[in-house]
């Protein structure tokens, strides 16, 4: 059993900061991607961020450049730092992992980031 729980969400003004954070526990032997996706009220799921185990990092279009990923691999834990927020950002946020040689994906329960003044 694998557990995500994602924390850091919240109200932030436009042009703030967030930083999101997201441990994962259970039957971890190797975590091969960890990432965000969000979706926004009446649109679909989108990629926000994925980082691989050796690094390797993938952004979403809209957020290249403001937000940043990073990832403990001793934790089993990702961080999304979000910079320059702006309404269109306001979304659930959801962390999520894939382990090697496990087909699934765990996905964390999501937090809310709103941006709004």
């Known amino acids: 059993q694998v557990q995500l729980v994602e924390s850091g969400g919240g109200l932030v003004q436009p042009g703030g900061s967030l930083r999101l954070s997201c441990a994962a526990s259970?039957?971890?032997?190797?975590?091969?991607?960890m990432g965000w996706d969000r979706q926004a009220p009446g649109r679909e799921r989108e990629l926000v961020a994925r980082?691989?185990?050796?690094?390797?990092?993938t952004y979403g279009d809209s957020v290249k450049g403001r937000f940043t990923i990073s990832r403990d691999n001793a934790k089993n834990a990702v961080s999304l730092q979000m910079n320059s927020l702006s309404a269109e950002d306001t979304a659930v946020y959801y962390c999520?992992?894939?382990?090697?040689?496990?087909?699934?994906?765990?996905w964390g329960q999501g937090t809310q980031v709103t941006v709004s003044s």
């Open positions: 980082i691989g185990s050796g690094g390797t990092t």
């Open positions: 999520y992992l894939r382990l090697f040689g496990d087909p699934a994906t765990y």
């Open positions: 259970g039957s971890i032997f190797s975590a091969f991607v």
